[in-house]
């Protein structure tokens, strides 16, 4: 019985019923279809409804299920012949008032669900050979079952003319090997991966028959969605050729993005499409900026064959006169892109999160989505149904984490201690639960003498969780465990993906278009962090140690120790004797088993917290300091400054940066800051002014105030993307493709070194203007 991994699932009506379409590849190599006819759509109403739901809707199919809703009510399954149907018959009883549950699931994620497929299963039954595929079953049995994947991918990289008119050559790169497609002469020598062809059209079915014949899994590039593929689309349009390289004769069909922030995507049947920026973003990979060639610099250490500079006239120049040079860069970058993703972890990582939550490569990203797949079979095996996403009117939001009031200055040898995973630690430990919830528990505590907390947690914002086992603490639970395992096979995407997995909960029980949102769930569990950390900072103070600063599920500690070995160990008692004290408090008071865990996680040398600049009382993840590592290794670490934010400057970064470096080692700040300013005033640092900034609306949607960076944008005809490239100038903010006046050097002074000074120079009795009068004083002698 072959096992292998779901790729892409999507369902077709075929004779009037919906048949599920399940593409994947065996770990065995080959290609494989699942069809299954069987599937029905459904939902589920209410008993109580069953005669308003007659009124409403003639003729429908509801029968007993023998399930309970998550107020303990019974319900009945409706069933339809089509997903159409099953949608009008829901839009119709909403409509008179009428609540569904589960009605809003969509077929695939209905079939796989309720067979707890997610990424991994083991086929039964017999298969034939397939056009497309290597095997293909009809209405087989399917079970859940691990699997170990190894996937084809392809990058793709096209290059075009600079008015966006002319298609100039595609590459294909798939990890042994490569070819390049381009328009040209027959006659001309070129390498023995390139293919020439006369014009455009002869290109485009020549490149779609190299997909399908490399017969990739995954489809990549860097911007593949919206510049390659829609381009290639647009000029199959053009030219009449089928845009068709998927698993079947379908054409591939773009869904582009409706708004900022909304990722286009693609669908190619039996393929996924993830583009190479999405997949870095999804693994947290920290970069300047989301060029490839940024990208390859800084994760391959490799240089593009053509940079950025110039490049639209440098390739319609190798087009026109070097088609070998123009053949090696477009399959350079198409190798970038392949090597990036596979060595950043990227595509590994994707794929785990999609083997853990059953989600398409392209959508792993879907947080909701992963907990309904996570979470709904277990509460049908439960015995119960979810009720339907709902439109819920806009309230107040969660309540955050506590932050302790931060004590700035220059400290040495701060310790800082974190919660391991807080709060799905929390939720596991409180029995926190959609189906524990027990909003109606004091109408039943009433009639039980030894109390409600016999049969309840309360929570410190007054919600109340039953005590029988629910089903997210147990989902955390083995996931824990599956990550420790991970951690210790030296699995570093799985654990990872387990990371993102755990922490990803509490933000869907917060979010309202979570079909299990509840403000009260969301709020105990910030509001049990709220306790701890508090409780956590009153220990260590009760210890000796003064608490400097804490922020959610971190706490910062003086410990007042001069030698760095003796505080660290102290760093190690402290975490042991708050934990042992922990698990006694949380066990006497809620008569639970802690599964709260304090790390001692970093040891600073040199700490400097600044002033908060604003009145709400801490510096709220704004620190520096020098940390130490077990080897006695040292290196500047920065949080939430302005020299890890991308939308400061390069030089207000290394100036932030260099200031810190002289204040923790005991160098000439003033003097530095003087020569900076001079040389900024001077007009030497020029290349280091640029603001990079996102553009997160439409920029027709700016009315009321217009930021600086939507001005530079509104300048450009064709802006388009997320990110604004500008710079300050006498005139205002222009874009760095357009510059027409002088660089305004004054606002650079006083808006980006000036702030970054006198963080530091207050530490000092000093301010930055009196620093540069003292200069401007001397240069009049």
Not at 227 to 242: I, Q, Y
Not at 464 to 492: M, T, V, Y
Not at 495 to 503: E, G, P, R
């Amino acid at each position: 019985m072959p096992v292998g991994y779901v790729l892409q699932p999507f369902y077709r009506i075929e004779g009037e019923r919906p048949v599920i379409h399940l593409f994947g590849r065996f770990e065995s190599g080959t290609t494989f279809l699942v069809r299954d006819s069987r599937f029905r759509p459904y939902f589920f109403i209410r008993v109580q409804d069953e005669e308003a739901v007659n009124r409403a809707v003639s003729g429908i199919r509801a029968a007993p299920a023998d399930l309970l809703t998550l107020d303990r009510e019974p319900v009945l399954r409706v069933e339809a012949d089509l997903p159409a149907r099953a949608a009008e018959i829901r839009d119709k009883l909403e409509a008179a008032g009428i609540r569904c549950f589960e009605a809003d699931l969509r077929p695939v994620s209905r079939y796989l669900i309720d067979r707890g497929i997610r990424g991994g299963l083991r086929i039964e039954g017999p298969s034939h050979p397939g056009s497309g595929v290597a095997a293909v079953f009809d209405d087989p049995a399917i079970v859940p079952h691990p699997c170990e994947p190894k996937l084809r991918i392809l990058s793709l990289d096209i290059e075009t003319s600079g008015d966006g008119k002319r298609l100039f050559s595609a590459a294909c790169w798939w990890g042994t090997g490569g070819e390049v497609h381009i328009v040209g002469s027959r006659e001309e020598r070129l390498g023995d991966e390139v293919r020439l062809h006369e014009d455009e059209p002869t290109l485009l079915r020549a490149l779609f028959r190299t997909i399908a014949r490399v017969d990739p899994d995954l489809i990549t590039g860097w911007n593949v969605i919206d510049f390659d593929l829609a381009f290639l689309e647009r000029k199959s349009r053009e030219h009449g050729v089928p845009f068709r390289f998927g698993r079947t004769e379908e054409d591939v069909r773009i869904r582009r993005g409706t708004g900022p922030g909304r990722e286009s995507r693609v669908d190619v049947p039996g393929r996924q499409v993830a583009d190479g920026i999405a997949l870095c973003r999804a693994a947290y990979i920290d970069l300047e900026d989301f060029k490839l060639s940024t990208a390859a610099r800084e994760i391959l250490g490799e240089e593009k064959l053509i940079g950025d500079d110039d490049k639209v006239a440098s390739i319609e120049a190798a087009f026109a006169r070097d088609k070998g040079k123009l053949a090696a860069y477009n399959l350079a970058d198409a190798r970038l892109v392949a090597e990036i993703i596979e060595r950043s972890g990227a595509a590994a990582l994707a794929l785990r999160r999609s083997l853990v939550t059953g989600l398409p490569l392209d959508r792993v990203g879907g947080s909701i989505a992963a907990f309904d797949a996570l979470y709904l079979p277990e509460l049908r095996r439960r015995g119960f149904v979810a009720p339907s996403v709902r439109e819920i009117e806009e309230g107040e939001g969660p309540v955050g984490g506590a932050v302790l009031p931060g004590r700035p200055g220059l400290y040495d040898n701060i310790l800082v201690f974190d919660f391991r995973s807080l709060y799905p630690s929390i939720i596991r430990t409180f029995n926190i639960d959609p189906l524990s919830f027990a909003p109606d528990w004091a109408a039943q505590a009433d009639d039980w003498a030894r109390g409600p907390d016999a049969n309840f947690i309360a929570a410190p914002n007054g919600a109340h969780f039953r005590r029988e086992p629910g089903i997210l603490p147990e989902i955390i639970a083995r996931l824990a465990d599956r990550r420790e395992s991970a951690r210790a096979a030296g699995d570093a995407a799985a654990t990872q993906a387990f990371k993102i997995l755990m922490n990803s909960f509490y933000g869907v029980l917060a979010a309202q278009s979570c079909r299990f949102y509840n403000i009260e769930i969301a709020n105990a569990i910030t509001q049990f962090g709220r306790e701890i950390l508090h409780w956590t900072q009153k220990e260590i103070e009760d210890l000796g140690y003064a608490v400097i600063y804490g922020d959610t599920d971190s706490i910062f500690v003086d410990p007042r120790i001069t030698d760095p070995a003796e505080a660290r160990r102290a760093g190690r008692a402290i975490a042991s004797a708050i934990n042992a004290r922990l698990r006694e408090w949380i066990e006497g008071r809620h008569r639970v088993r802690s599964w709260l865990d304090l790390e001692f996680q970093t040891h600073y040398r040199k700490f400097f917290l600044p002033e908060p600049r604003s009145s709400s009382g801490g510096s709220k993840k704004r620190y520096a300091g020098i940390a130490i590592d077990e080897t006695g290794g040292e290196r500047l670490r920065c949080t939430g400054l302005e020299s890890v934010r991308r939308d400061w400057t390069a030089l207000a970064r290394e100036f932030q940066r260099d200031i810190l470096e002289l204040l923790f080692r005991g160098g000439d700040i003033e003097g530095y800051i003087r020569g900076t300013v001079a040389d900024l005033r001077a007009g030497r640092l020029d290349d280091r002014l640029i603001y990079r900034k996102g553009v997160r609306k439409d920029l027709a949607s700016y009315t009321k105030t217009t930021p600086p960076h939507v001005k530079a944008a509104r300048m450009l005809d064709d802006f388009q993307g997320r990110i604004i490239e500008y710079v300050m100038t006498k005139a205002g903010p222009e874009p760095l493709a357009r510059l027409t006046h002088p660089i305004d050097h004054e606002h650079y002074v006083w808006k980006q070194l000036g702030p970054i000074a006198d963080s530091v120079l207050g530490l000092l009795g000093k301010r930055f203007e009196d620093v540069l009068r003292d200069e401007e004083q001397l240069m009049l002698f």
